[in-house]
């Protein structure tokens, strides 16, 4: 048996997730991409087979199975359908907030129904005129006896129209710049709150992305999680433990890729003899296969961090690398995957053409690549390894 990091009850799940995907979410894969519609059918392959409890704990109605299997999970997912593995992806991130902020009342009131599958959840941070500078957002939240009056707008939201809970983001404190925002947990059918529209883009697109506009929301204070103030380091919490989310899709994306160019080679022949047997294919594959295998090091490495309960800047730096080595990853690896097929690479009948379309997202959303190095270089600028100077 090939070597494996995952023990054998983790195998185990891990190869229902794959057979699910290869079986179940693969074969629909260019139809969602073609159709643009959110795949409610994954969603309840999904929901009937307990996928969405990889993400939670047995108190909260989930597996307690842990942070590096929920990751596998998602690559699984990725190899043959991006957008079916950012719906697992985007369950977790629309979570977190309730598992690192919310009291035991707000979790119980909500975290089984996200963990079953019953119900959908969403982040909302980025606005039109905040994506990566986010405390610069204008939403507000006013308080008003037991409620908050939320006036504003959300864009590019993922899950915008089929979440039935959201995780949002404003200001109860407009000049307090980050420390005067706060988070709130906003169903989809408060008062004043609308999905105003959705985005046609470039891949991934199965899933919705849209802007959700507050016009007077009211949201009962209870809603509120953590205090008043505390919402950005809520969400730079959260978005320390799922940014590895989007770099499993990313790994997934690239190693569907590879696979796929891998078969290929080996039946496409060009001057008597299969593409796989020239060289500058073999180069081309052997540096694909080290890329993801480099990239998985480093995701797998966070999920077994934070499975060992690591907190802090030790986490933060972790977890950016993994999203900066998966995304580049993808795009680079998916590119050549292209490259190998050819002509056919291009054209939409053959899928690592949508693989490089998915690819690309993932260097974008939750924190860009440029995002992730300031974020690598400040943690680095705190460590100290002075000792290499005092030798010098
Ligand atoms: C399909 C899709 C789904 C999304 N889903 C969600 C979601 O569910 N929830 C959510 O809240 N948001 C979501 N987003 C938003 C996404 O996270 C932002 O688009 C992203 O963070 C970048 O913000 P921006 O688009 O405003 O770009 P900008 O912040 O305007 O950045 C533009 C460019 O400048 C660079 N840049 C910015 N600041 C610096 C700096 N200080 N140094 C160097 N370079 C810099 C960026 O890296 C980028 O290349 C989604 C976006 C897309 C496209």
Redesign the pocket.
């Known amino acids: 048996m090939a070597w494996d990091v995952l023990d054998p009850e983790q195998r185990e799940l891990r190869d229902l997730v794959r057979t699910l995907a290869r079986e179940r979410i693969g074969p629909r894969a260019a139809e969602i991409d073609e159709s643009h519609e959110f795949p409610w059918d994954v969603v309840e392959v999904y929901r009937e087979n307990d996928i969405f409890g990889l993400f939670y704990t047995e108190e909260l109605g989930g597996l307690g199975t842990g942070a590096l299997l929920s990751l596998v999970a998602i690559e699984e997912v990725a190899k043959v359908c991006a957008t079916s593995a950012l719906i697992l992806a985007?369950q977790e991130?629309?979570s977190l907030g309730l598992k690192l902020a919310g009291s035991e009342e707000q979790q119980q009131r909500w975290l089984p129904r996200l963990a079953s599958g019953e119900w959908l959840a969403?982040?909302?941070?980025?606005?039109?005129?905040?994506?990566?500078?986010?405390a610069a957002m204008r939403t507000t939240a006013r308080r008003e006896g037991d409620e908050y009056v939320l006036d504003g707008s959300?864009?590019?939201?993922?899950?915008?129209g089929v979440a039935n809970l959201y995780t949002v983001?404003a200001k109860t404190e407009p000049d307090a710049g980050h420390a005067g925002i706060s988070a709130f947990v906003v169903e989809a059918d408060a008062p004043g709150f609308a999905v105003a529209r959705l985005?046609p883009?470039m891949?991934?697109s199965g899933?919705t992305?849209g802007e959700l506009t507050f016009d007077g929301c009211r949201v009962p204070a209870a809603n509120r999680l953590g205090d008043e103030g505390e919402g950005f380091r809520i969400a730079m919490r959260i978005l320390d433990r799922s940014r590895p989310g989007v770099a499993a899709q990313a790994l997934g994306i690239a190693q569907g890729a590879t696979d796929y160019a891998l078969e290929y080679a080996k039946t496409r022949e060009t001057m008597g003899r299969p593409i796989v047997q020239h060289q500058l294919i073999q180069a081309k594959l052997a540096d694909m296969e080290t890329e993801c295998e480099a990239a998985r090091g480093l995701l797998y490495r966070f999920g077994q961090m934070l499975d060992a309960g690591v907190d802090g800047p030790e986490l933060t730096k972790a977890s950016a690398m993994a999203k900066l080595k998966c995304g580049d990853v993808a795009m680079a690896v998916t590119t050549e995957a292209v490259q190998i097929l050819g002509g056919y690479g291009y054209i939409r009948e053959y899928p690592v053409e949508r693989f490089m379309r998915d690819a690309k997202?993932t260097q974008?959303?939750?924190?860009?690549?440029?995002?992730q190095?300031?974020v690598i270089a400040r943690e680095m600028a705190r460590e100290s390894r002075a000792f290499l100077l005092a030798g010098a």
Do not use: H
């Open positions: 985007v991130l629309g969403a982040y909302a941070l980025t606005e039109s005129g905040s994506g990566s500078d986010s959300k864009r590019f939201i993922t899950n915008a983001f985005e883009k891949g991934i899933s992305t997202i974008i959303y939750e924190g860009t690549q440029e995002v190095r300031l």
